[in-house]
C-alpha cells in the first residue's frame, strides 16, 4: 500500500516514543522506505537500535551525519520524503515548527520539505490544553500541516485526559490520505454544511447559536482529502476557507435552503452539520431598534427545515445536539426525517463541545446501529463519520 513511498519519521523527547518503534515497523511492512529523525531527547527514551532493527536503515540523531550517505546537502531527506510523520511530536517541536525555528535535523527537514507533513501530537493535557499550544496547533493547521490527535485517555501520570498519542492505524490512515492513497470518496460528490445561520432582527441584531462551524469544516476538508468533490455551504463563522473545494457563503436558513438545493442536485452525500436556526423573526426592521423603558416582544416565525426539503437520490446524514436524551431524541429525528445517519452529541453539560476542537458523539444509522466514539479531536471524529458513509454507499450500492 505504501510501495516505493518514503517516509521520515520523526521522533521526539515524549514518553510515548516507544510506540513509534511499532510504527515504524508497520510502516515498513506496508512496503515504505523509513528513515527515522530522533531528536536528542528522544534517544533518551528509546534507542536508535530499536529503530534501525525494524526498518534496516540507518537513524538520524545528529545534523549532518548522513550527508555522506545521502547527499552533501542536509536537506536531502527532506526533497526525497513521499510524507513526514512526526510522532510523537511534543509541544516543544510543534513550537518550533509553529515559529519557523529550524536548529536540529528534524526541524530542518520540515521546514525544507514540501511533501505533506502530518504531526501526532503526545503530552500532558495542560501542556495540550495550554493557550500558547492551542495557538501553535492554530499555526500550523493554518498553514497546511496535518494534525492526527491526540486522544483522551490514561496518561503517563496517571491522569485521565486529552494528550494520548493517536492510535497507530489513525496515523496510518492520515499518511494514506496526504498521499491519496486512501481515495475511497473518488469521484463523490459531497455537500457539507456548517457554522450557525443568523437571522436579523435589525440592521444590526440577529437570532443566532453557539456553532463555531469546526465540524462541518473538518467533514469537509476530510472529505476532500479522501478524494470526494466538496461543496461547503456555510453559514459565518471566524473559520477561512478550507482550498480544493468549492465553498458558498450563506447567512440565513433561507439561504442555505437555496443553496442546498442547487448543491445536491447531483449529490452523493448531504451531511447537515450546519446549526440552523429553528426560528426568524416574523419581520425585519429596517432601522435599527431603540432601546426603550417597555419590554421588546419579538415575534417568531419557524424557519424552513432544510433536510424534509432536500430531496434526492442521495446518502442524508443529519446532526442532533440535545441536552437530554440524547439517543431517543436522536433517533427519533433519524426517522423523521428519512435519514441514514445521524451525529448525535451532548450540549449544556461537561460533554458541551460548542467552540471545542473536540467532540464526543454517538453514530446511529437506519438500521439500529449504535456506535459511541470516545472524545476526539473533530478531525478525528470527521474521519469516523466519513468511514460510516463509506460504508453505507457501498452497502446501498450508490
Not at 68 to 86: G, P, Y
Amino acid at each position: 500500500m505504501l510501495d516505493a513511498k518514503n517516509i521520515v519519521l520523526g521522533v521526539t523527547g515524549s514518553i510515548a516514543a516507544y510506540k513509534a518503534v511499532d510504527l515504524a515497523s508497520r510502516l515498513t511492512g506496508l512496503g515504505a522506505r523509513v528513515d527515522v529523525i530522533m531528536t536528542q531527547a528522544a534517544t533518551k527514551f528509546v534507542t536508535p537500535l530499536s529503530f534501525r532493527n525494524v526498518t534496516h536503515r540507518p537513524v538520524v540523531t545528529e545534523m549532518f551525519e548522513l550527508a555522506s550517505e545521502f547527499s552533501l546537502e542536509h536537506v536531502a531527506l527532506a526533497e526525497a520524503a513521499s510524507a513526514v510523520v512526526i510522532a510523537p511530536a511534543t509541544a516543544n517541536i510543534m513550537a518550533k515548527l509553529a515559529a519557523g525555528i529550524a536548529d536540529d535535523m528534524l526541524t530542518c527537514t520540515v521546514l525544507a520539505t514540501k511533501a505533506p507533513v502530518i504531526i501526532a501530537p503526545a503530552m500532558n493535557v495542560n501542556m495540550w490544553e495550554n493557550p500558547v499550544t492551542q495557538e501553535n496547533v492554530s499555526r500550523l493547521r493554518s498553514r497546511g500541516f496535518r494534525l492526527v490527535g491526540p486522544e483522551y485517555g490514561r496518561l503517563a501520570s496517571g491522569i485521565m485526559g486529552m494528550g494520548r498519542l493517536a492510535e497507530l492505524d489513525d496515523i496510518i490512515a492520515a499518511v494514506e490520505e496526504a498521499l491519496n492513497i486512501r481515495a475511497d470518496l473518488s469521484g463523490r460528490r459531497i455537500v457539507v454544511t456548517a457554522g450557525g445561520t443568523q437571522e436579523p432582527i435589525d440592521p444590526v441584531r440577529f437570532i443566532s447559536n453557539h456553532s463555531s462551524g469546526k465540524m462541518g469544516y473538518a467533514l469537509a476538508q476530510a472529505a476532500r482529502d479522501r478524494g470526494a468533490r466538496v461543496v461547503l455551504i456555510t453559514a459565518p463563522t471566524a473559520l477561512p476557507d478550507p482550498p480544493g473545494l468549492e465553498v458558498v457563503h450563506v447567512t440565513t436558513a433561507a439561504e442555505m435552503l437555496e443553496a442546498v438545493l442547487q448543491a445536491t442536485s447531483q449529490a452523493d452525500a448531504l451531511i447537515m452539520a450546519a446549526a440552523v436556526s429553528d426560528y426568524r423573526p416574523a419581520g425585519f426592521k429596517t432601522s435599527k431598534l431603540k432601546r426603550d423603558a417597555g419590554a421588546l416582544t419579538l415575534e417568531l416565525v419557524r424557519n424552513p427545515d432544510i433536510l424534509a426539503q432536500a430531496q434526492g437520490d442521495f446518502l442524508r446524514v443529519g446532526f442532533a445536539a440535545e441536552s437530554e436524551d440524547l439517543l431517543e431524541n436522536a433517533k427519533r429525528k433519524l426517522e423523521k426525517k428519512n435519514l441514514d445517519l445521524i451525529v448525535a452529541n451532548q450540549i449544556g453539560g461537561p460533554e458541551s463541545t460548542f467552540g471545542s476542537d473536540t467532540n464526543r458523539v454517538t453514530i446511529i444509522d437506519r438500521q439500529g446501529r449504535v456506535e459511541n466514539l470516545p472524545t476526539l479531536l473533530k478531525t478525528e471524529c470527521a474521519q469516523r463519520i466519513l468511514d460510516r458513509v463509506v460504508d453505507l454507499l457501498a452497502e446501498e450500492g450508490r
